[in-house]
C-alpha cells in the first residue's frame, strides 16, 4: 500500500466543513516535513498547510483561520480541518512528505515533497 493515503473528501455547499485525513503510518522517517497540497486543473500544485516532526506549522497565509492542520497524538494521522469553504476551494487535495534535516524548516514549495498520496477531490458548490 502506498506510505501516504487521503480520505475524507466530497461535496459541500458554500459555508460548510469537511476535515480530511491522511494515514501516514507508513511514512519511513521519523524527521519529516508532511503537509497538504492542492490542485486544479491547468494550475500549479500549490501548498495549503505543513507540519513537521516537531509540531511547527506554516499556512498559506489567505487560509489560515479556515483551515487547521493537524496530528494526531501518535502521528499516524495527519489532518486538514477546512472551515466556511467556499468555491475557489474546489480543487484536488493530496497530502506529501519528505524527510527533515535537524536545520531544516519546512516550506509549502510541492517540488520538495517526494512522497505523495493519490489525492481525494472537495468539490464545494455555491
Known amino acids: 500500500q502506498a506510505p501516504l493515503v487521503e480520505s475524507g473528501g466530497g461535496s459541500v455547499q458554500s459555508g460548510g466543513s469537511l476535515r480530511l485525513s491522511c494515514d501516514a503510518s507508513r511514512l519511513p522517517f521519523s524527521r519529516y516535513c508532511l503537509g497538504w497540497f492542492r490542485q486544479v486543473p491547468g494550475k500549479e500544485r500549490e501548498g495549503v498547510a505543513v507540519?513537521?516532526?516537531?509540531?511547527?506549522?506554516n499556512y498559506q497565509d489567505s487560509l489560515q483561520g479556515r483551515f487547521t492542520i493537524s496530528q494526531d497524538n501518535g502521528r499516524n494521522t495527519l489532518y486538514l480541518q477546512m472551515d466556511n469553504l467556499k468555491p475557489d476551494d474546489t480543487a484536488m487535495y493530496f497530502c506529501?512528505?519528505?524527510?527533515?534535516?535537524?536545520?531544516?524548516?519546512?516550506?509549502?514549495?510541492?517540488?520538495?515533497?517526494?512522497?505523495w498520496g493519490q489525492g481525494t477531490q472537495v468539490t464545494v458548490s455555491s
Open positions: 506529501a512528505g519528505h524527510y527533515r534535516s535537524m536545520s531544516w524548516s519546512c516550506r509549502r514549495l510541492a517540488r520538495d515533497y517526494v512522497t
Open positions: 507540519i513537521d516532526s516537531d509540531g511547527r506549522l
